[in-house]
T-cell receptor
């Protein structure tokens, strides 16, 4: 009964080699998020979609892009991974439960290693 | 933008004692304050949340308080158990975007 699914759970890529991480959800939530979490740090929001509307955080590097082809799926593309991009990437979903109230559900994460 | 500060960064407690984690936020538009527990290598899990129109909320051994005027909120865990050991994150949200605090590593020693 997994609700937010991320594949793969572990990804190893080479320096500069493009990589795509995927997220899917069975909750039918209209909002999807991508976070980057480095060791001993808080999750950092990269971007989010409200339905098809894409919202990029101001400090998200251009190297990171995203696609959301439909409600259920969202992808994170890293065009040229650097060593500093090694991290846990968390996908989350939410829907409005009240005025300004969005409860977020996180996927299990993809651990990205860059060699 | 929103800035959330969280203290302490580490907290060591004896089993059975209480643990308190405090957070402050800067954006008065924030109206939803969740707390997440994250065990090593796992996803953040929502343990309790509070909305801005509520001052306190309890769920068994966990409680959260919110002071909107002072812009601070706190997590209280009573009768701590070893399985409460984890990193706890507070967050503040307006319209779906979470800004996390830096996290508190809680260690409960038997």
């Amino acid at each position: 009964d997994a609700m937010v699914i991320q594949n793969p759970r572990y990804q190893v890529t080479q320096f500069g080699k493009p990589v795509t991480l995927s997220c899917s959800q069975t909750l039918n939530h209209n909002v999807m998020y991508w976070y980057q979490q480095k060791s001993s740090q808080a999750p950092k929001l990269l971007f989010h979609y409200y339905d098809k509307d894409f919202n990029n955080e101001a400090d998200t590097p251009d190297n990171f892009q995203s696609r959301r082809p439909n409600t259920s799926f969202c992808f994170l593309d890293i065009r040229s991974p650097g060593l500093g991009d090694a991290a846990m990437y968390l996908c989350a979903t939410s829907r409005p439960l009240g005025v300004g109230h969005y409860e977020q559900y996180f996927g299990p994460g993809t651990r990205l290693t860059v060699t | 933008g929103e800035n959330v500060e969280q203290h302490p960064s580490t907290l060591s407690v004896q089993e059975g004692d209480s643990a308190v984690i405090k957070c402050t936020y800067s954006d008065s538009a924030s109206n939803y304050f969740p707390w997440y527990k994250q065990e090593l290598g796992k996803r953040p899990q929502l343990i309790i949340d509070i909305r801005s129109n509520v001052g306190e909320k309890k769920d068994q051994r966990i409680a959260v308080t919110l002071n909107k005027t002072a812009k601070h909120f706190s997590l209280h865990i009573t009768e701590t158990q070893p399985e409460d050991s984890a990193v706890y994150f507070c967050a503040a949200s307006s319209w779906g975007k979470l800004q996390f605090g830096a996290g508190t590593q809680v260690v409960v020693t038997p």
